[in-house]
């Protein structure tokens, strides 16, 4: 397995899905080129809010073609939005490099988060001290996948499941597309979500002003962490 490879496919997935809303949402501000870095952040959260009947519904038994079969709408509108305004998106096509590299460096960093499974070839969880709570992420992402391994964790689940399901659901989705276990997927959704956390930092970068950063070099050293 090419873990370099699949995570590339999968970020440019969330482009592709992200895009179309992101463009519709930006295309009359001074940003439209920006879309480009909010589309794999858009995407992911509408995937979440469909998945939870917009926020109000957990999944049961998660069926791994669910969150395929609702990524497809997404894709296909990206698809009319290029179509529809691709006279203005070529004309536009300079105005776009810059947003596609912070993307595409965004990327770079977060495969450091792979390390491990890249040497490896393979999916895999590491342990170390610092991040058991993940393995909660992965039980819970096994639940919502009806993979429960013992009945005595169900209640604390069905509990869990007002409470906190965003990360879960996105996690079981991998899972579910990958046809791996949930816990071998952790570190490669952490890497993702990097990507979008650098991304969205890039794009908030990118609007503001060289002159307010001036003023707050906070904002630069705030997104150090993110690297």
Known sequence: MNVILLFLCMQ????????????????KTSYPHLSLLIAP??????????????????????????PVLLTIPFLAYTVVVICRYRKVLVSELDSFKVAAGVLGTSSMFALTSLAPDIAGDSLTYIVFQLN????????YAS??????????????????????????????????????????????????????????????????PRLEIAKNPLLLYSGLALF
């Open 132 to 139: 058991a709570e993940l393995l909660n992420y992965a039980a």
């Open 143 to 208: 639940h919502l996948l009806g993979r429960t391994v013992h009945d005595a964790y169900a209640p604390a689940y069905e509990t869990l499941t007002h409470s906190r399901n965003g990360a879960e659901l996105l996690l079981a989705s991998l899972a579910g597309w990958l046809r791996v276990p949930p816990a071998n997927c952790v570190s490669f959704l952490v890497a993702l979500l990097r990507a979008h956390a650098i991304a969205a930092f890039g794009f908030m970068l990118l609007r503001t």
């Open 41 to 66: 952040i858009v995407f992911p959260g509408f995937l979440v809010l469909l998945l939870t009947l917009g926020g109000y519904e957990a999944p049961q038994n998660l069926l791994p073609a669910l």
């Open 12 to 27: 440019g997935l969330c482009v592709g899905a992200g895009f179309g809303v992101s463009y519709s949402l930006l295309r």
